[in-house]
């Protein structure tokens, strides 16, 4: 099994604070997808990345690929609290999805 | 965008009783769906996968007599919870593989399950 490490596993900012998320394995992934997930309800996706060394936007949050394809980061940039919740990375290796351990973020106003 | 209906989202009942959670890709054809356990604040920890027409692939330390999976049809994976105990609450997601949009992959709202 494939192991994804995801830290940090908590974080508690103040509106306004930027916050960066990694996620690190030791294993080759053909992509690697984001998700952010609200008690009580499944994951929904944010981002999927492909190609090594890729940088995808989505409004304030940011997100990179490693170029060995074996690590990404999620960076937010002026947090809202709107923003918190779980955020999850997985890595897809085929025909499974392998869930690093989620970071659970709290944006207090 | 491509939708998986997950029911019952709520579910409690009593120990020993058999408990059915169906996943189902409304608007494509899902040939492979993944079952995953969730814990209060933890991530997912997938259970099994399920290919349309054949057994399912359970993970390791996963009882495979006590979480049946079937996925009769393209559209629809059921898991069942047999003789269901309190160890056995927990949040059960499900996800299917939708090849036609690039093999993205669409969760269930869930499904959290109570053993008294």
Known sequence: T???????????????????VYCNSSSVFSSLQWYRQEPGEGPVLLVTVVTGGEVKKLKRLTF??????????????????????????????????TFGGGTRLMVKP | GAVVSQHPSWVICKSGTSVKIECRSLDFQATTMFWYRQFPKQSLMLMATSNEGSKATYEQGVEKDKFLINHASLTLSTLTVTSAHPEDSSFYICSARDRGLGEKLFFGSGTQLSVL
């Open chain 1, 64 to 97: 990179q690929f490693g170029d060995a394809r074996k690590d990404s980061s999620l960076h937010i940039t002026a947090a809202q609290p709107g923003d918190t919740g779980l955020y999850l990375c997985a890595g897809d290796a085929g025909n499974m999805l």
């Open chain 1, 2 to 20: 494939q192991l994804l490490e995801q830290s940090p596993q908590f974080l508690s900012i103040q509106e306004g604070e930027n916050l960066t």
